[in-house]
């Protein structure tokens, strides 16, 4: 509860200041915008700090040769992960990615990340490139999940890229806010996961549409780094533009160890001198308020994100694939879980365990935890930190008529290659438990 | 300016993975290769007898999902007119506008419009007319608007960049 005393200077709360209360999000816009304040629904032309893509990189390049400019307009400013397709599966991915290291190499973009180093969210968010008030728009749509450290985060598409590598600027319309907040400490076995499909399924998968997902709350501020993340990047499949956590010590810690990270670069400062916070009065366009112990472990069966029961309801579903990775939940602390569930465990005969941490630091803080050890030990495979499997291009694709149960975020029909296959999501540990069972289950209950 | 058409319909919350499938994304190139995708997973029938001014009908959050742009572009290469809708996913909206495809936000029009029926959309008048009934749709931001009158983002950016004259 201490956490933002010491932060809300410069930010108005209740009475003072000028004007009507504000949300994160026309604050965050319009410090990107430049102005002082921005009307909820306005356009604006905003100057993000940070321009993520990452295998679609070569293609925005195509796109941005058309403005005829030999320099990239905001060469520092971009982010490029190879990661979507890492390492390549086919000549064809390999040709793309070394169109895109050409490019990079040609406009001196220092932030590039190269096949094996993570997950485009996870990546920038080690590196700490963004920072909270700060504002990223990315070419993936899971771009809001930088609202884990209070930054605006939104997705967008490839020309919208090529025109910021060009002018730097892009239109924006100011969302209107949803504020959700989160009471009490989550239950043993329940996690930020559950919570986020808990309001997807709520909702449904356009009940965030547009918005600017804006949390609140002590269950907020008792989630670990991993599960804002978790949380924050969910949103998307909420239909929101973005989402938003308060920054607080947590955040700044995070952030400042990135930051040194790269002291080489002289980046080493004060993470928190952007930040932005919500105004006391800020108008919502619908406010939901959750208790944490009625929260569950569930499910989001096939084919959409917002088809969510009780775990309880489809356990014993048959899976043939187990699946634990993805910027949803490939982090150390979903490693840890499912590392936890298999011990002294083995993976069921006719089912597969995957394993693909989000970065190469996850990896490498699991290995030293032993989580690798013990999974490798329960019959697991793990891959190269990346996207996987998770939409479709490799590194454990389902057969046509298999069952899988992923940590990731989407279960779209043809999402992971076939459109023949059925996905279930889920929180790490129940795809762990799965894995270990043969069958859908609840890691509270194994044998 | 008219767009006459048949109506491909499909129902609510048609996501990018089934416009326009990921595993294509960073190697289909080309404007035939990706028009061929179009709704691999939806609709196969579509690629092959979709023709040139034929519109599609969504219901809601249609294009949710990934950022592809593919999910709207391999539309435009199949020359279809317009994709009306009774609400849009945020990124899908704005590149299918960013593409010169107007997207058309109508929810009277998207309930009543039945598969496989002749749609016409009179786009200075902002309505669209099926067998059901003629519905009004609302104007475009001034923003979005612009860009579709420049042909798309590409286009306007060049024109901001002066790298070409004004459009004719
Ligand atoms: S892990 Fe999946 S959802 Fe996340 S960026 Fe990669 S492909 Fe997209």
Redesign the interface.
Known sequence: MERLSHFRQGNRIGGEGNGPPRTFAQKAIARAAGVDSVEIGEVVDVRPDVVLSHDNSAAIGEIWRQFGQERVAIAKRLAITLDHAAPAPTTRHAQNHADIRRFVQEQGIRNFFEVGRGICHQVLSEEALVLPGQMILGADSHTPHFGWLGAFGAGIGRSEVAALWATGELWLRVPESIRIDLEGDLPPGVTAKDFALRIIGDWGADGGLYASVEFGGSGIEALSIDARMALANMMAEFGAKSAYIAADGKTLAYLEAGLELRASEGTVGDAGQWRLLPDEGAEYSATYRYGAAELEPVIACPHTVDNVVPLSEVAGVRVQQAFIGTCTNGRLEDIAAAAEVVQGRRVAEGTRLLVIPASSMVLQEALREGHIEALVAAGAAIGTPGCGPCMGNHMGVPATGEVTISSANRNFRGRMGTKEAEIYLANPAVVAASAVAGRIADPRSLD | MEIEGRAWKYGD?I?T??LF???Y???A?GREEIAGHAL??LDPAFAANVRVGDLVVGG??FG??????QA?TCLVYNGVGAVIAE?F???FY??AI??GLLAIVCREAAQAIRAGETVTVRIEQRTVACAAGCYSFPAL???VQEILDAG???EQ??R??A?TGPAS
Do not use: M
């Open positions: 919350n996501n993975d089934v499938p990921g595993k994304t960073y190697t190139k691999e997973d809601r959050n949710c999902g990934s950022s592809r742009e709207a609400s996913a945020r990124i704005r590149n960013n593409n931001s001034a923003t798309g983002l590409v950016v060049k901001r960049l790298l």
